[in-house]
């Protein structure tokens, strides 16, 4: 097996246009690809894929120790953490800073975790080489 590149990440959500709310008005990320049952989002590298969760099945996804985490790397995360509130979405875990940045956790609306965090090295747009800065706990 030869994995190029994360093509990209899929959640099955309850409501999906509730889901496109919160990822493309509230966090902003465009709309690559829509259909009926099936949305990318987002513009290079990895996509968010949201898809119609099964009506039967039990979700889970929202717990720190075997859960999903969907990590965004941002400039600021007061202010992202600020524009967020405002809009109404649910701080999971307030700012904590950490040696390798700046890391918040807030809800979408199916309780998936999202982490947001603010690299303190130069380089903004590098991520770090292992997963503390987006650990939760």
Do not use: C
């Not at 465009?30 to 099964?54: C, E, F, M, Y």
Request: charge should be negative.
């Amino acid at each position: 097996m030869n994995v190029k590149k994360v093509g990209n990440v899929i959640l099955a959500v309850k409501d999906i246009d509730k889901s496109i709310e919160f990822y493309h008005e509230k966090i902003g990320l465009p709309i690559k690809n829509q259909r009926r049952s099936w949305v990318d989002l987002g513009t290079s590298g990895a996509l968010l894929s949201l898809h119609p969760a099964s009506l039967t099945a039990q979700h889970i996804g929202s717990s720190i120790e075997n859960g999903i985490t969907i990590g965004f790397l941002v400039g600021d995360v007061k202010s992202a953490v600020e524009e967020l509130k405002s809009k109404g979405v649910k701080i999971y875990r307030d700012i904590v800073d950490r040696e390798s940045g700046k890391n918040a956790i807030v809800l979408d609306p199916d309780e998936y975790l999202v982490s947001l965090f603010e690299p303190n090295f130069e380089d903004k747009a590098q991520q770090t080489g292992g997963y503390q800065g987006f650990t939760p706990a």
